[in-house]
């Protein structure tokens, strides 16, 4: 599976954006998927996630924030973001994984490159 992450772009606080996830490959049905954030000089972290049969997890960050969806049919995966914080300014990757719901980075098999996101005041 190959994961191609899109949609990144410079938002004002309380802005909306919708972050977008390109996969190939014939078994991506098969994988959950998550998103994960990368802020400058933080590790790695958790967004949200989402199972092969659309079962969706957040972290308590975002929960109620960002909606996590997949159209297996167009293998896109997509990360809705509404009111944005400051805080929520890093870069974004995609990533699938055949457990649910995994939090953990290591646990994923495939990455995509990631996309900025950034939150101006």
């Known amino acids: 599976v190959q994961l191609q992450a899109s949609g990144g772009g410079l938002v004002q606080a309380g802005a909306s954006l919708r972050l977008s996830c390109a996969a190939s490959?014939?078994?991506?049905?098969?994988?959950?998927v998550g998103w994960f954030r990368q802020a400058p000089g933080k590790e790695r972290a958790f967004v949200a996630a989402i199972s092969w049969g659309n079962t969706v997890y957040y972290s308590d960050s975002v929960k109620g924030r960002f909606t996590i969806s997949r159209d297996n049919a167009e293998k896109m995966v997509f990360l809705q973001m509404n009111s944005l914080k400051l805080e929520d300014t890093a870069v974004y990757y995609c990533a699938a994984g055949r457990s649910f719901p995994s939090v953990k980075g290591i646990e994923y098999e495939y990455w995509g490159q990631g996309t900025k996101v950034t939150v101006s005041s």
């Open positions: 490959g014939r078994t991506f049905s098969d994988y959950a």
